[in-house]
Structure formats: C-alpha cells, structure tokens
C-alpha cells in the first residue's frame, strides 16, 4: 500500500503564498509521476500540476507562471509552491500519484487526503 501525506493548507491573504507538501510511503515513489489537483467550492475537481519522474513539469494555464512543483526522490516527497495567490486558487488541494503524468483524475493510482487552502480576497 502506498499512504500520500499532505500537509502546508492554510489561510493566505490576496497576493500571498504557501508550500505545500506530500510525502509518499511507497517505495516506487522515484519512478512515479507525482500531481497535484484541487476542487474549488462548487466546481469540478481540477488538474493544477504534475511533474515526472525526471523532473519535467506540465502547469495548467491557470496556474502558470505562478505555481511551482518539484519533487525530492530522496525523501519521497513532492512540493507545489503557490505565490501571487488569488481568491480562484481557494479550494482543497489533492496529491496524487500514478505510473505516468496525466491531466485526468484517472490517470493516478494513489491520493492524498487533501489539504484546504483559502485565499482571501
């Protein structure tokens, strides 16, 4: 069984930023593509960022630009960095884990228990 941990959700004012954090137990954790998703209040779980294996990265457009994510094999561990935040980014942010990087839900075998970030305006 492979456990995702989250952690770094918090309240942030217009403009502000937060790291988040995901620690994986797994031991395939280095050879697996890594995203991050989120679900606003009222809408569609969403696609945010993911990063491979190798480090490549894939933002959505609404993101771009001002979020960052990046991963440490060693510690098993995955990151998104969120600066310039807006009201729009509010929602629960979830970890995920799958064998390739994807855009879909379906595309991950493993997830978080996902972390609230608010973003007051």
């Known amino acids: 069984q492979v456990q995702l941990v989250e952690s770094g959700g918090g309240l942030v004012q217009t403009g502000g930023s937060l790291r988040l954090s995901c620690a994986a137990s797994?031991?395939?954790?280095?050879?697996?593509?890594m995203g991050w998703f989120r679900q606003a209040p009222g809408k569609e779980r969403e696609f945010v960022t993911a990063?491979?294996?190798?480090?490549?990265?894939y933002y959505a457009d609404s993101v771009k630009g001002r979020f960052t994510i990046s991963r440490d094999n060693a510690k098993n561990t995955v990151y998104l960095q969120m600066n310039s935040l807006k009201p729009e980014d509010t929602g629960i942010y979830y970890c995920?884990?799958?064998?390739?990087?994807?855009?879909?839900?379906?595309?991950?075998?493993?997830w978080g228990q996902g972390t609230q970030v608010t973003v007051s305006s």
């Open positions: 995920a884990k799958g064998r390739a990087i994807s855009s879909s839900w379906n595309g991950y075998d493993y």
């Open positions: 990063i491979r294996s190798g480090g490549s990265t």
């Open positions: 797994g031991r395939t954790f280095s050879s697996d593509a």
